[in-house]
């Protein structure tokens, strides 16, 4: 069967009655999902899979799907209204997307990134309809090697994430990587920094760490500036309008995080959070005016939103053509799938490809309704903010804590928040910035995983790094990272 | 008159009649029936999605749609501290009929890696229900063909072979792998093991940054149909029953006598009651024997081994001195 008659039968169970159904039910639920703060699509397949028993494979795959990136585009509402990650995938986005809520433009804000994730959505399908068994070797391509010259990568613009002092910023990602090392050594066994606390055996989960950082800090700052008259226009939507000029703007990286989220996507084990963090950061470093970014930046906005997305079907790749889970959310997925009776593996491309390609077409249908559905409800969504403020902060505030605890169902997560929180709250006092912080506890783990894989392998020998010529790019891609801020000034010195 | 004559005898033989009731009930109770009256609760001491989940999960809808339980179960997830945030909570129920968990080899290793100092004997041991066993795989095109030629290389230089597996050194895919390989006479202390977390142990294997993949049977099913990967042996004492289960062959039909079981059961509070415990042991019979769990079991590659309340303490005594003395050689254990 070739891909061209593959996908009409795809779209023939995509727009069957059942099939509109169930990607009109997965979105929804994952939208509404992914608003709320902490409750993540993990646990509500987790929780769906006793239901699809007996149900057709590809109908509770295209739910299942459906669920994941609906829950991805809905995240960033919460994201961007209130500065509390609907879901990991979109703390990025939080960056600026909030401060453009701040400065009035909420109803912008939404539409841009209900724009963006479509876009990142939609072109993310067609690569992974025309790819996915091809890609199928750069899934497996990359080795604790290449993963280190990634993460290695991505931490090296950490500097770039510093809004004045980079001092500042440079302590603050110190501070990340050393929370993320609290919990069982993956690679001895031993627990590190526990203090003989079970709770913290399994170390800090990053959403408790994202949702204390921004959304507790937030509110605590909001209540101590709860005089200050230069917050009102907060409660400005805005118009939803976009103008010729904001479009210029958007076309640039979501042309270039369409790709990029989507080879993260593929990659095993980074997934819509590190890509959202490396397109944001790369965006930030080859931008013209970085200092816009994180003050309500359009292209700020747009890199993550494109980018974790695109990643969400990357993540398909692994899954369908390999029986490779790459993240959490597709290895419960993939547990799903046995219970349905199919085996994913390598062979699930020929043996079942209506599951392939009745998702791949269902994606496209959901992509759209996605749209459909956020677009003309985003003046209701913004009018959030309109809620006055004391019952705002408290709803965020209770938000916060179901999302944890629904996390874990462990009350010492909930006490992991607040000091979360205060570290937030004391960061933006003495204006440490926290994103650096927050992309070091994404990549810093799996960083330092990586490494000690490698040494492991090669008997101690660094040369293990030179050997591989995808890292060698990495690295080399760092460097010019590093670099490329110096050349920029002299260039723009030489040009006065 | 008469009739109220009538009347206060029909009341005084119905309160008869009800006290009689009672007072059946209550002997029934005092002979050690015991039937649940609350919602029961099975903790899945980890998030949703992993191997504890699915089998509380599936035994819950099991025994809810082949009414073997008439009561609600509720599937709660408390993850943490690698089951013993759970462990605490279920060790404080004491005495409740109404408080299960699920667990398997961990609650054997986290104890000896000295991460809690609850231990299996805390615990009321209900019933086993499932055995999954350990595959270890190498490349298609490796060149090893099986178990006895990866440990002669081995033995010779023990640094030029990697094995992966996804959970940390002293838990199980690292302890399955060493048991087997120290049978063989491998010099268990210098095996080279790297774990990988995230999901990215196939991979590695796949893409040759390591030799071996220590990991649950299931997992290499659909990879060695495709030729991927070769399964160069299992740890179950016998072949297993299977489309291409079947032809992996054991470690111990390649002269290694040793296996290694990842069991699989339910456990209660400390200080269960007698009555409670024979009811869970007779359902979870119940359970075990019904076709659909068959039919569960046969879709995730697990088999079946029922073990009851009395048996299953030995036998997690005997499963506890043999890794304890493996950890010990290893020094993992605390």
């Known amino acids: 069967m070739n891909a061209m008659q593959g996908l009409l039968d795809g779209f023939q169970i995509a727009f069957s009655l059942e099939g509109i159904m169930f990607v009109l039910i997965g979105v929804a639920a994952g939208t509404l999902i992914g608003m709320l703060p902490g409750l993540g699509p993990i646990t509500a397949i987790a929780i769906m899979i006793p239901m ?59 539409a841009i990134a209900a724009i963006s994730s479509f876009t990142g959505g939609t072109v993310s399908i067609v690569l992974l309809m025309l790819f996915a068994p091809a890609l199928a070797s750069v899934a497996v391509s990359f080795g604790p090697v290449e993963y280190f010259a990634l993460m290695f990568m991505g931490l090296a613009a950490i500097s770039s994430l510093s809004e004045g002092s980079t001092m500042k910023a440079l302590i603050s990602g110190v501070l990340g990587l050393m929370a993320v090392t609290v919990g069982i050594d993956a690679q001895t066994g031993t627990p590190r920094f526990t203090f003989g606390n079970a709770n913290l055996l399994e170390g800090i989960d990053f959403l408790v760490v994202a949702l204390g950082l921004f959304a507790i800090a937030e509110v605590a700052f909001l209540i101590k500036n709860r005089n200050d008259d230069s917050l009102a226009k907060t409660q400005n939507i805005g118009s939803l309008k976009l103008t010729k000029k904001d479009f210029k703007e958007m076309r640039g990286p979501l042309i270039r995080h369409s790709p990029l989220g989507f080879i993260m996507g593929v990659l095993p084990g980074a997934g819509a959070t590190v890509s959202s963090f490396i397109s944001y950061i790369t965006e930030k470093r080859f931008a013209k005016k970085p200092d816009e970014f994180g003050k309500g930046s359009i292209k700020g906005l747009v890199a993550p939103e494109t980018s974790n997305n695109a990643a969400t079907s990357g ?28 085996n994913p593996g390598p062979l699930l491309f020929q043996d079942h490809p209506d599951v392939f390609w009745g998702v791949v077409a269902s994606m496209y249908v959901g992509n759209l309704f996605l749209l459909v559905l956020n677009l003309p409800l985003i003046p ?20 916060c804590i179901i999302g944890v605890y629904s996390i874990s169902f ?39 995983q990586s490494l000690r894989q490698a040494l492991t392998i090669s008997n101690g020998d660094f040369i293990i790094f030179l050997e591989s010529p995808i890292a060698i790019g990495l690295f080399a891609v760092s460097i010019l990272s590093f670099a490329f801020p110096f050349f920029k000034n002299r260039r723009v010195k030489k040009a006065r | 008159m008469r009739k109220l004559i009538f009347l206060s005898l029909l009341v005084i033989v119905m309160i008869v009649a009800a006290a009689c009731g009672d007072g059946e009930q209550a002997s029934d109770e005092e002979e050690g029936e015991f039937t649940p009256e609350e ?10 999605g992993g191997g504890w989940d699915t089998t509380a999960r599936s035994a819950a809808q099991v025994f809810d749609e082949e009414g073997i339980i008439d009561q609600d179960i509720g599937v709660v997830n408390k993850e943490g501290g690698g089951g013993s945030v759970a462990w605490s909570y279920i060790n404080s129920q004491e005495g409740s009929p109404y408080n299960l968990f699920v667990s398997s080899p961990p609650l054997i290793f986290v104890p000896l890696n000295g991460q809690t100092e609850l231990t299996y004997e805390d615990f009321t041991p209900i019933a086993n229900v499932i055995a999954d066993y350990a595959a270890f795989a190498v490349k298609e095109d490796a060149k090893w063909d099986n178990l006895n030629e990866l440990f002669d290389d081995m033995k010779e230089d023990p640094s030029s072979i990697t094995v992966v597996g996804a ?71 016998e072949r297993l029953e299977g489309d291409v289960l079947e032809t992996f062959p054991t470690a111990k039909e390649q002269g290694i006598d040793a296996t290694f079981v990842n069991w699989r059961g339910f456990f209660g509070p400390p200080d269960m009651d007698e009555s409670a415990i024979s009811y869970y042991e007779e359902k979870f019979k119940e359970l075990s024997d019904s076709e659909a769990f068959a039919d569960i079991r046969s879709k995730y590659g697990w088999s079946e081994q029922f073990i009851g309340h009395k048996e299953y303490k030995e036998f997690l005594a005997e499963q506890t001195e043999e890794l304890t003395s493996l950890m010990e050689e290893l020094g993992l254990a605390e």
């Not at chain 1, 494979?57 to 295209?62: D, I, Q, R």
């Not at chain 1, 993540?315 to 369908?320: D, G, H, N």
């Not at chain 2, 919602?39 to 949703?48: N, T, Y």
């Not at chain 2, 399955?176 to 990988?196: C, L, P, R």
């Open chain 1, 315 to 342: 993540a398909f790749v692994p899954l369908l053509s390999l029986g490779i889970p790459g993240s959490g959310t597709t290895a419960v997925m993939l547990g799903a799938l046995l219970v349905l009776g199919i």
């Open chain 1, 52 to 110: 699809l028993y007996g149900m057709d494979p590809t109908l509770a795959m295209v739910l299942m799907a459906g669920v994941y990136y609906g829950a991805v585009f809905g995240g960033s509402t919460a994201s961007i209204l209130l500065n509390a990650p609907g879901i990991s995938g979109t703390v990025a986005t939080a960056f600026d997307g909030y401060p453009m809520a701040q400065q009035g433009k909420a109803g912008q804000a939404l």
């Open chain 1, 410 to 448: 462990n009350v010492f997560d909930l006490y992991l928040l607040l000091i979360f929180g205060v570290i937030g709250y004391l960061f933006r006092i003495y204006s440490f910035p926290a994103p650096p912080f927050i992309l070091a506890f994404v990549l810093g783990g799996m960083m330092e």
């Open chain 2, 39 to 48: 919602s029961i609760e099975i903790v899945a001491p980890a998030g949703a």
């Open chain 2, 167 to 237: 959970s940390s050194p002293g838990s199980m895919d690292h302890m399955q792998f060493v048991k087997i390989a120290k049978e063989a006479g491998v010099d268990v202390t210098k095996i080279k093991y790297v774990s990988n977390q995230e999901g990215g142990a196939l991979t590695d294997l796949l893409n040759g940054s390591v030799d071996v993949y220590s990991t649950g049977v299931a997992e290499t099913v659909e990879q060695v149909k495709a030729d991927k990967i070769k399964v160069l042996g299992v740890t179950s004492p």
């Open chain 1, 380 to 399: 209701y969504i913004a009018k959030i903010l309109k809620i006055p403020r004391p019952l705002l902060i408290s709803l965020v505030v209770m938000f």
